[in-house]
T-cell receptor, first 112, second 114 residues
């Protein structure tokens, strides 16, 4: 069974600070996706990373896929209150038909 | 932007009753999925579906569960005889292909079993 460990589980910071969320596994994944989920809604896709070492940027968000494709990170620069929410990483292995394994999520609170 | 739609948003059912959750995937997507999220727990994979067949299912997806694509647009999850522990958010997702393609999720159906 593939496991995805996400840390930290909770993160409370002030507006303007930087933060990093980590997603780690002992398994190699073929791709990894980051989602954001608001209360009462489904996960909304932020980015998909596929290649080891890949870095993608989405405004103030930077996503990195580890060289060995076992880990990933989400870095937010100059966090804003609008970034508050639940961030989820989810990965798929090469032998599964797209089944996503989710991390437990990081609840981010950005205080004004 | 195209989106996955799910109905109903909330379903309350007596234990032992059958329930059908409905999803309309994005129109050009070929792979469909059901996930569930019990309150306070991780999102868990239930089943994937392609070409009118189940591609993969988890150990959660036992004989009480079934999926169907009854027409060209709907994708349904049926729970034949609901149990209290089936109470959860159920999310439908779809993707163009299964290989390294992003999955797009609906807003879920909150299933409450009494």
């Amino acid at each position: 069974t593939q496991l995805l460990e996400q840390s930290p589980q909770f993160l409370s910071i002030q507006e303007g600070e930087n933060l990093t969320v980590y997603c780690n596994s002992s398994s190699v994944f073929s791709s990894l996706q980051w989602y954001r989920q608001e209360p009462g809604e489904g996960p909304v896709l932020l980015v998909t990373v596929v290649t080891g070492g890949e870095v993608k940027k989405l405004k103030r968000l930077t996503f990195q896929f580890g060289d060995a494709r076992k880990d990933s990170s989400l870095h937010i620069t100059a966090a804003q209150p609008g970034d508050t929410g639940l961030y989820l990483c989810a990965a798929s292995g090469g032998t599964s038909y797209g089944k996503l394994t989710f991390g437990q999520g990081t609840i981010l609170t950005v205080h004004p | 932007e195209p989106e996955v739609t799910q109905t109903p948003s909330h379903q309350v059912t007596q234990m032992g009753q059958e329930v059908i959750l409905r999803c309309v995937p994005i129109s050009n997507h070929l792979y469909f999925y059901w996930y569930r999220q019990i309150l306070g727990q991780k999102v868990e994979f239930l089943v994937s579906f392609y070409n009118n067949e189940i591609s993969e299912k988890s150990e959660i997806f036992d004989d009480q569960f079934s999926v169907e694509r009854p027409d060209g647009s709907n994708f349904t999850l049926k729970i034949r005889s609901t149990k209290l522990e089936d109470s959860a958010m159920y999310f439908c997702a779809s993707s163009v292909t299964h290989s390294n393609q992003p999955q797009h999720f609906g807003d879920g159906t909150r299933l409450s079993i009494l």
